[in-house]
């Protein structure tokens, strides 16, 4: 189940803020190459945000937007950060609202008390997924699954950013979860059009690679 932001506004300026920190870069001869293999034209770092306090203000402004106008503060119990890259925004925002926070781990700690949970909140607690970037949504999902067997409410997840890949629909509707994204890929290729970061043609490339990531690179390089 995914939602975007349904502010057009938003979209933008989260985009063109993401854009003008770097935290966004495109490469095409060659494109880059993920850890999974899979190539890609557009690089994303949401981390670069930390480093830009105005920047960090202004994307946390955004979340509790979100928070406030399609969640309600107060439907809201406990913040569940998906670690590592949501630790930042998942700490800055309970701040900001003064609300609890988790953080969830990929998997089991192998050490220690064997964790995958850090932090703790009551049964029944309603708690927002708090993400970084949505590509498949696993992490996501894996967020939401470790809440819910702590007897926790897990129903929505903010996130930065979503390529809004076929997979990641199909994962978080099956996780029943609604996910609500600050800005789109779509929304950052037509800012970077816009500022002449890309040309007609890369945009156009980059277009492509967002509606099918996995067949892309064979298209269009053979």
Not at 4 to 19: F, I, Q, R, W, Y
């Amino acid at each position: 189940m995914i939602s975007k932001s349904s502010n057009t506004k938003l979209d933008k300026e989260v985009a063109d803020l993401l854009l003008s920190i770097g935290a966004v870069t495109f490469r095409f001869d060659p494109p880059y190459t993920f850890t999974s293999g899979l190539k890609s034209p557009i690089y994303l770092d949401n981390r670069m945000i930390m480093s830009y306090p105005e920047v960090r203000e202004k994307i946390v402004a955004a979340y509790i937007q979100i928070l406030l106008t399609h969640i309600r503060v107060e439907n809201v119990n406990v913040l569940s950060g998906t670690a590592t890259a949501a630790i930042p925004q998942t700490a800055w925002i309970a701040e900001k609202l003064n609300l609890p926070m988790v953080y969830v781990r990929p998997k089991t700690k192998e050490h220690g008390k064997e964790k995958q949970i850090e932090g703790t909140f009551p049964k029944g607690s309603k708690v927002v997924i708090i993400e970084d970037h949505i590509s498949t949504g696993a992490s996501s999902i894996t967020n939401a699954r470790v809440i819910r067997s702590e007897g926790g409410k897990a129903e929505y997840c903010i996130a930065t950013t979503t390529y809004e890949t076929k997979a990641s629909i199909k994962n978080f509707r099956k996780g029943k979860i609604k996910l609500i994204a600050l800005t789109t890929g779509k929304h950052i290729v037509n800012e970077a059009e816009k500022r002449k970061m890309l040309t007609t043609k890369e945009a156009k490339l980059v277009h492509d690679w967002l509606k099918d990531p996995v067949s892309w690179y064979k298209k269009h390089y053979g």
